[in-house]
């Protein structure tokens, strides 16, 4: 993938492309062969950065939808001259290298999202047609004759029976048929990425969607295809930890030893909390990293509240999918999470796509708050655990107290506020104030 130069700055950063098995893609649209990694270990041997900044988007589209999210958070960032003067203060030889990481992690085509937002509406099957709609999501979310068959019910109801009120049987086995071929699974708080939610109840997230999009306005759910909109959250949730576990932490580990005095910090948004996670736990949680990350920074986390806890107090006896990462020593400075009662994205749609929708509105904002069974960190912070503290976002010139492997929860929604529909506040994360809480993760 090729280099990308951010306009009215002079950073750069390199976009590396993984497919949804992690692997890295080598159809470089710049004609040059090789992959993205490999040409940036052989640049480095004769001009070896100080710092690696790693940034994952989450719910998102194509390339060109990626380059948007990374020139707006890596030109904020560079544009921090006042962090970037503290850490040159702090290390003289300051050296920076930025490298965006692209994954298909996106369920629904370009002419279905709308303004791009993470959870857009839906729009019709008609717009396309049916069988058009079958290919796509097939493609999506796994080509099978299983998924193709489940998926030709669905919009074929769809098409036909858009006023439903109830979700018809035979619609209802078929997205049954659906999730079985998912193979998503339902093991609670304590799973993995796509099996921390309950089983899977199409007439629950039908009538429950229909509930939401009334308080929304409108039918933003999808109708009929609500439920397929909650399938499609988790499988994009399970491949960011594929992605993560299988494509990023062999990345780390490759930068580790390329460069092994550059200090590695990581970003993730929304499902990309769950890749810069996944890449720190690697295969199946418990994998070596050769070399911890200097930082992590998570902001709105569309992962569980709980994936980092060794106990969990609502599951006693279970832990977090996660919950090795900090006693392993993954992450050699502070682990920092921001959550925002404005982000409807993580606050509204998390519990729903996990089927508990009609659960109680808990508020992480009060003095002793009893946190829910299913939420997400981008509401909630990271509980459950005893490395945990929380802080008010500060302004772009303020100061924070962080701690070398703890979790520094960050309440931000006095920052991350603005935005409108379904998905809140979800995507304000360009402003100058996160920007420097990244800054200032790298710098504790």
């Given at each position: ?9 002079s ?15 080598s159809?470089?649209p ?19 950065p100080t ?9 998102q589209g194509d ?5 948007i ?7 904020a ?7 970037e ?11 920076i290298?930025h ?6 992690s996106?369920?629904?085509?370009d ?13 019709g099957p ?5 069988q058009?709609?079958?290919?796509a999501?097939?493609?999506?979310l796994?080509?099978t004759p ?7 019910v669905?919009f074929e109801a769809?098409?036909?029976?858009a ?9 209802r086995?078929a997205y049954?048929?659906l ?9 609670g708080p ?9 089983p899977?109840?199409p ?11 009334a308080?929304f ?11 397929l909109?909650?399938?499609?959250f988790?499988?994009m949730?399970?491949?960011g ?9 062999p ?9 092994p005095?550059?200090r ?10 769950v ?19 200097a930082?992590c920074?998570?902001?709105q986390g ?5 994936a980092?806890?060794p106990?969990i107090p609502v ?6 999918y996660c919950?090795?990462v900090l006693?392993?020593?993954?992450v ?6 921001t ?7 993580v ?11 009609g ?5 992480a ?20 655990t005893d490395a ?6 500060q302004p ?15 309440e ?10 379904i ?22």
């Open positions: 993938m090729p280099f990308q130069t951010i306009a009215g700055t950073a750069t950063y390199a976009l590396l492309a993984l497919d949804a098995a992690g692997n890295e893609r159809d470089d710049d004609g040059i062969a090789g992959r993205m990694s490999e040409r940036l270990l052989a640049q480095w041997q004769a001009a070896a710092d690696v900044f790693l940034w994952s988007h989450g719910w390339l060109p939808a990626a380059r999210q990374y020139d707006r958070w890596i030109g960032f560079a544009r921090s001259a006042g962090d003067q503290a850490m040159r203060a702090r290390h003289p030889d300051f050296a290298a490298i965006g990481v692209h994954w298909p996106q369920p629904w085509g002419e279905e999202l709308g303004d791009g937002a993470s959870f857009a509406p839906l729009a008609g717009t396309q047609g049916a058009a709609m079958i290919d999501y097939a493609q999506r796994g080509d299983q998924v193709r068959a489940a998926l030709a669905i769809a098409r036909t029976q006023d439903a009120v109830t979700l018809p049987d035979p619609v086995q049954l048929q999730d079985q071929a998912l193979a998503l699974g339902s093991e304590g799973g993995d990425a796509g099996a921390d939610r309950l899977f109840d007439a629950a997230s039908f009538a429950e969607a229909n509930q939401l999009g308080a306005g409108g039918p933003v759910l999808g109708g009929l295809l609500a439920p909109r909650q399938l499609s988790w499988t949730k399970k491949r930890q594929t992605v993560g576990e299988c494509g990023v932490f990345l780390l580990n490759s930068i580790g030893d390329a460069l005095a550059a590695i910090h990581l970003m993730g948004h929304s499902f990309g909390a890749v810069m996670s996944a890449a720190l736990g690697g295969p199946g949680g418990t994998a070596a990293l050769r070399r911890p990350a930082s920074v998570l902001v569309a992962m569980s509240l709980w980092y806890a106990d599951r006693p006896g279970t832990a977090g919950h090795h006693p392993d020593g993954k050699s400075g502070p682990l920092v999470v959550r925002s009662r404005h982000d409807s994205a606050g509204t749609l998390y519990p729903w796509a996990a089927g508990v929708a659960q109680v509105a808990f508020d904002t009060q003095a002793s708050p009893t946190y829910p069974t299913f939420g997400a960190i981008g509401a909630f912070g990271i509980q459950g945990a503290t929380d802080a008010p976002m772009y010139d303020g100061n924070y107290a962080m701690t070398a492997g703890k979790v520094l929860n960050i931000a929604s006095e920052y991350i506020c603005n935005g409108s529909g998905a809140g506040a979800h995507n304000d994360i360009a402003g100058p104030e996160v920007a420097h809480l990244i800054w200032q993760a790298a710098l504790a």
